[in-house]
Structures are given as C-alpha cells and as structure tokens.
Nanobody, 118 residues
C-alpha cells in the first residue's frame, strides 16, 4: 500500500523559515511528478509548487515564487519544500501529492500544519 507522509510543519514567526519533507512509497519514485498544495479552513486546496519526475523543471504559485523552493532526492524517496520569508498568509495545512501524469489525482498525504504568526 502506498504511503505519503509529510513532516516538518510547526509554528514560526513571520519572516522565519521552515522546511517540509514528504516521503512517498510510490515505485518507481523517480517516475512520479511531485507537488505541494495547501489549504485553509473554508477555502479550496491551492497549488503551491511542483517538480517534474526528472527534477528538471519546477513550478510555483505566484504567491510563493522567490520565497519557496521545491526539491527532490530520489534515493530517499523524498520531496522537500523550503519555505523562507514566511508570511501569516502562508498559514495552512500543507499536503504532498505524487502523480504519474501530473494531474494530482493519485496519491496524497495527510498533511502537516504550518502556522505563521505576525
């Protein structure tokens, strides 16, 4: 059974940094596109960042471009989200997704809470 597990969330002050990690037991890991999404209560889940199966291309939401960096280490079956210059509006539950085609319908984690205080 595939497992997708996020970690690294927590409480941080505005301007601070956090690094989220996601381990996914999909096989082959290198064959999957990976992404991070986030959601706040009462709002739809929104795209944050993605990285292609080869790790060559990355994509970011306008709201996080220049502050967040997505990366992957295939040997560890792990994708990371480095978040710098955090803002209160970055608060939410962050989810990791893995998908062969990039339409984010296959595998999702349970999420990790990120709270940025002002």
């Amino acid at each position: 059974q595939v497992q997708v597990t996020e970690s690294g969330g927590g409480l941080v002050q505005a301007g601070g940094s956090l690094r989220l990690s996601c381990v996914a037991s999909v096989r082959p890991f290198f064959g999957y596109h990976l992404a991070w999404f986030r959601q706040v209560p009462g709002k739809e889940r929104e795209f944050v960042a993605s990285i292609t199966r080869g790790g060559v291309s990355t994509f970011y939401a306008d709201s996080v471009a220049g502050r967040f960096t997505i990366s992957r280490v295939n040997a560890k079956s792990t994708v990371y989200l480095q978040m710098n210059s955090l803002k209160p509006e970055d608060t939410g539950v962050y989810y990791c997704a893995a998908d062969l085609s990039g339409n984010w319908a296959e595998y999702w984690g349970q999420g990790t809470q990120v709270t940025v205080s002002s």
